[in-house]
Each structure stands twice: as structure tokens, then as C-alpha cells.
């Protein structure tokens, strides 16, 4: 062989990718950034947005126009009572309208039109003449919109529904890193648990070595070995099994990341021993502690209140303002472009006010509609306020058992360390010749079990941390 196709095996043997190292926090902006489902929440938090604008589609102007041209040789024609036997028409049309938060309606219209007639008219003037008009037209509501006050209410009603659909995609957010923080400490506490193996099981060979010679001395009988040798077996069951969930951890949080099977999995890093205050982990600086989803339910309640009002609005009585103001040019023997040149000429002006009611009679469809949403309102309203009632016993809760998982590991840390301790004296004492294998066997499985326990409760307990990005801090009022 070669002596540089050597060097070049040497390199790919000793150069492999490395993963890279990833904390919790790392992980989660990871969990962020490729997550689909996180993607997803995002992109419907911005068309819940979005929604709420295009709330506002009645309050945009709206600008038409339309040409037109007509050939009528209809005996019921209009000019047909003039002599006219066919008639000839343009027209032009062109509109401007706009609807103002205050409930105010504006309209601006122009047209012009040039007519030709053929056949002996009665009337001369209408044997080609071009006729135009421009419009102004308000209406206001006195009532119902008056001052814009539907309008109000329909903002606070899609900024309260708005507030309620953004948070439910946080929660959904939320819920998600909470599950994919729990898969990154169950990966962590996994990956312990292999090491806790390997090295219990290593300590097991040992004690199976020892035994091994003490039987061969004759010191100690064939039992003794059998029970070490069981020791041993137990333990590569165990560290078979350790690996199998650590497989499975490594994959949650390979799913977790989108990351292809090709791609290497990077090295999730983390202290499972350092405690979190469950404050910390709650958004908000000051005020009381609320469950998203009781906060969620709270501005639910507040939009079907908003709802209810927009109900009772709309079947109210209404009366409406309006007024309108037209000039008008007739042009005998011009062009439609004459007439239009006279659109602003208040020669031959029109002009009307008008007062408006409308009035929907109380009949039992109309009270059924504003019951049914009074309704929802007071079931969204007696939701809400039992939602913030197990907020509070969910918070109360969650500080109580974070009290008591701290206490539990702080016994489980006592327990561990006097368990090693035991097992490392009654391996003295057993190569002293002072003590039995089954006292070594025994210790050696209470000392590793109480570390697996121990290392399991923080895990627990970092989780139960997690728990607290599922509260917020709202203000009291």
C-alpha cells in the first residue's frame, strides 16, 4: 500500500463530523425555527392579524366606472313617444364612495351621456342632445352608528377576538416547547442513566472477578458465584434497556428538529441538578399569576360580551339622515365630451333631504337572536371565571408539589450518597474476607438504584419547571 493512501485513510478514520454542542436554550430557538408545526402557529398568529385589518373593508373607497352603449329600436323606446324610430346612445359613468368610521357616508357620482334620435321628433331639442350630471350624497346615522359608536364596538369586539385567537396559537406554541423541553431533560436523564449503567455494571464484572478467585480458593461457594454472575446479567439487561430509551429519546429530539436521519444529531448539554424558580419561567414582571389558557378564556369572554352588544345594536332601531345635491346640463346638438365640460355648472341644480327610520318588529326571532347571544356571553363569562378559579389551584398546586419534589431530592441525595457508601465499605469488607457476596450484591443494587432514582426526580423536576411557561403575569385591576 501506498504511503499517501495511508495518510488518507488515517485522515478519514481520525477526521469524522462532530456534533455540535446544544443547550436548552439553544434547543428550544432550534425547536423554533424548524418546527413546522411552530412555523404554522406564526404564519396563523399573522392572518389572525390580518383578519382583524381587513375588519375595516367597509370603511375602504370605493371607485367605479363603466362606459356604455345602447342601439333601440324598441316601439316601447323612451324617446318613441317623441317620433323618434331608433335611438342611439353613449354613456359614461363614474363613481366615488367612501364610508367613514363615524358611521358618515360619502358618495361623488359624474355622468354624462349624448343621445341621437332618428325619424320626425315632436320635440326637436331631442334629436341629438348630450345630457351630464355630477352628485354629491351623505348620509349619517343617528342612531344606530351615530358618532361611529358600532364602529367602536366593532373594533373592541376584533381586538378582543383578535387577543383571544393570537394567544390560543402561543398556547399551542407553548405546549409544544414544553413537550419538546420534557424531551430534552428525558434525554439528558437517559443519557445519565447509560453512564450510571455502564458503571454499575462495570462494578458488578468486578465483584463477579472477586468472586470468581474466592471460589476458586475455595473461600467462597459456587452460589455465591451464580449470584454474582446474576448481578452481572441484570445489569447488561439493564444498561440493553437504557440503550434502547436513549434511542428513543435521541429520536424525539431528532423529530423535535426536523432533522433527517443523514444529518447529525447535535449533543444536548445541560446541568440536571441546577434549579429554575417557577417565577422566572412565567411571562411577565408584575401582578398576578393566571394559566394562558384562563387569561385566553377571560378575553373569550370579553368578545362574546362585545358580541352580544353588537347584536342588541343591530336590531335596533335606526334613522338616518341623508341629503344630496346633483347639477345638471342638458346640451342640444353636443357631444357627451360637451356635457362633461359642464358638469360643475349649478345652473339647473337638484337637491334633497331625507329622514330615514327603520324599525324590525320585536317578534320571537328577533328576541331569540339577542337571547342567544346574551347567552353565550354568560356562558363565556361563567367559563371564564371557573378557568381562573383552577388557575389559581393549578399555580398553588404546581408551587406545592416543586416544594415537595425539592424536598424528595433532597432525601433521594441523601439516600444515594449513604447507599455508595455502603456498597464501596461492603466491597472492603468482602475483599477482606469479611463479608458475604450477598451483602455486596445487595448494596451494589440499592447504591445503583438510588442514584438512577435520584437522577430520574431532577429530571422530574426541571420539567415541572417547564410546566411554568404555561402561565402568565397580568395585571390587576
Do not use: C
Amino acid at each position: 500500500m501506498k504511503k499517501g493512501t495511508v495518510v488518507i485513510g488515517l485522515f478519514f478514520l481520525v477526521w469524522q463530523p462532530q456534533a455540535f454542542a446544544m443547550s436548552l436554550q439553544e434547543f428550544l430557538k432550534a425547536v423554533e425555527g424548524n418546527h413546522k408545526g411552530v412555523q404554522s402557529y406564526e404564519v396563523s398568529k399573522g392572518a389572525s392579524e390580518d383578519r382583524k385589518e381587513a375588519g375595516d373593508i367597509e370603511l375602504v373607497p370605493v371607485f367605479t366606472a363603466g362606459l356604455g352603449y345602447l342601439n333601440d329600436k324598441s316601439p316601447l323606446g323612451q324617446f318613441v313617444q317623441f317620433g323618434a324610430s331608433q335611438t342611439t346612445a353613449k354613456d359614461l359613468k363614474l363613481g366615488l364612495a367612501k364610508k367613514f368610521s363615524t358611521g358618515t357616508s360619502v358618495s361623488l357620482t359624474a355622468n354624462a351621456s349624448e343621445i341621437e334620435n332618428e325619424g320626425t321628433l315632436l320635440n326637436p331639442s331631442f334629436g341629438k342632445f348630450a345630457y351630464g350630471s355630477m352628485g354629491l350624497g351623505v348620509s349619517q346615522s343617528l342612531w344606530k352608528n351615530a358618532f361611529g359608536t358600532a364602529t367602536r364596538l366593532r373594533w373592541e369586539r376584533q381586538d378582543a377576538a383578535t387577543s383571544a385567537e393570537v394567544g390560543r396559537f402561543d398556547l399551542q406554541k407553548k405546549l409544544l416547547l414544553v413537550e419538546a423541553e420534557a424531551a430534552f431533560w428525558d434525554y439528558l436523564y437517559l443519557n445519565e442513566n447509560l453512564k450510571i449503567g455502564r458503571a454499575s455494571l462495570e462494578r458488578a464484572k468486578r465483584i463477579e472477578a472477586w468472586t470468581r478467585r474466592r471460589v476458586n480458593d475455595g473461600i467462597s461457594d459456587r452460589a455465591d458465584l451464580y449470584s454474582a454472575q446474576a448481578l452481572v446479567a441484570a445489569r447488561q439487561l439493564q444498561l440493553v434497556s437504557s440503550e434502547d430509551d436513549l434511542a428513543a429519546a435521541k429520536r424525539k429530539i431528532r423529530d423535535f428538529l426536523e432533522l433527517a436521519d443523514s444529518e447529525a444529531l447535535p449533543e444536548m448539554t445541560g446541568n440536571i441538578s441546577q434549579t429554575r424558580a417557577l417565577n422566572a419561567m412565567v411571562d411577565g414582571k408584575s401582578g398576578k399569576v393566571v394559566a394562558l389558557d384562563a387569561y385566553l378564556a377571560s378575553l373569550n369572554a370579553k368578545a362574546m360580551s362585545l358580541v352580544a352588544k353588537e347584536t342588541e345594536d343591530a336590531y335596533s332601531t335606526d334613522l338616518v339622515l341623508s341629503g344630496a345635491y346633483n347639477t345638471n346640463s342638458f346640451r342640444p346638438n353636443d357631444s357627451m365630451a360637451d356635457a362633461t365640460a359642464k358638469w360643475t355648472d349649478t345652473n339647473l341644480p337638484t337637491w334633497k333631504v331625507g329622514l330615514n327610520m327603520v324599525y324590525m318588529f320585536d317578534t320571537d326571532v328577533k328576541s331569540s337572536a339577542k337571547s342567544a347571544a346574551r347567552k353565550d356571553a354568560l356562558a363565556a363569562k361563567l367559563q371564564s371565571e371557573r378557568k381562573m378559579l383552577d388557575s389559581e389551584s393549578s399555580w398553588i398546586e404546581l408551587n406545592r408539589r416543586y416544594s415537595e419534589m425539592s424536598k424528595r431530592i433532597e432525601n433521594a441525595s441523601e439516600i444515594s450518597r449513604l447507599q455508595m457508601a455502603a456498597a464501596k465499605a461492603q466491597t472492603d469488607l468482602f475483599n477482606k474476607g469479611r463479608s458475604i457476596t450477598a451483602n455486596v450484591i445487595t448494596a451494589e443494587e440499592d447504591a445503583g438504584n438510588a442514584e438512577l432514582a435520584l437522577v430520574k426526580l431532577k429530571s422530574e423536576q426541571r420539567k415541572m419547571e417547564a410546566q411554568g411557561r404555561l402561565f402568565v403575569v397580568i395585571e390587576e385591576k
